[in-house]
């Protein structure tokens, strides 16, 4: 498998910037290669479009996440199942589960990270989930996690390519922490508001 992954990042490297907007597109919704490594190779090649390089894969990885939850929406299960003949239960119940639990942080935490996007992608299809919430939600994921390993690279070079993904996984981590406290805090605040709001008749019937 990895000798194909090679070889198809290869192909993709042959049509440069073409190939890598390609790449990006393709890998949001099919088992490709991630645009990572293609970019990683014309960021350290050429850092002075290393942002321009990252814009290009951000934009190319959204529009492939449309194409994907098209996939979702209007193939179901099946399509889900065809994609993921592996473990496509499992995987698609772990999904839902986080969908279940953070909404459209979901798909960014996807986005972000080195989880499968194509499985959040063709999954937020199937569970229906909000279009433009589903498309904002990847295209900050997506670009926060380009725009880092551009911006990373940009500083430090060849030096700290074989560090890429442990900066990408601690980065990644305070995010994480930081939207669960929020996402707690919030909901301790609606908690709060709605038991005052129901508090609020049985004084006043007290007080008559």
Not at 41 to 52: I, N, R
Not at 134 to 143: D, E, K, L, T
Not at 191 to 197: F, Y
């Amino acid at each position: 498998m990895k000798e194909i992954f090679m070889q198809m990042t290869q192909y993709f490297e042959q049509y440069g910037e073409s190939g890598l907007a390609l790449n990006s597109f393709i890998e949001s919704f099919f088992l490709v290669p991630p645009p990572d490594f293609l970019l990683i190779a014309m960021d350290l090649a050429t850092p002075a479009k290393a942002l321009y390089y990252a814009l290009i894969c951000t934009i190319a990885s959204a529009f492939g996440g449309a194409i994907g939850y098209g996939i979702g929406y209007w193939g179901g299960r099946p399509a889900f199942n065809w994609f993921f003949r592996k473990g496509g239960k499992e995987k698609f119940e772990a999904v839902e589960k986080l969908y279940n639990q953070y909404g459209s942080l979901a798909v960014f935490f996807s986005a972000f990270t080195p989880l499968p996007y194509k499985v959040f992608t063709i999954a937020s299809g199937i569970l229906s989930m909000n279009f433009w919430k589903f498309m904002v939600a990847s295209f900050f994921g997506r670009g926060a996690r380009f725009f880092i390993v551009s911006i990373v690279l940009m500083l430090f070079g060849e030096k700290i390519k074989q560090y890429i993904e442990l900066v990408i996984i601690g980065v990644t981590v305070i995010i994480i922490l930081f939207f669960i406290i929020l996402y707690k805090k919030r909901h301790s605040l609606i908690k709060t508001e709605s038991d005052d709001a129901a508090q609020a008749p049985q004084e006043e019937e007290k007080a008559e």
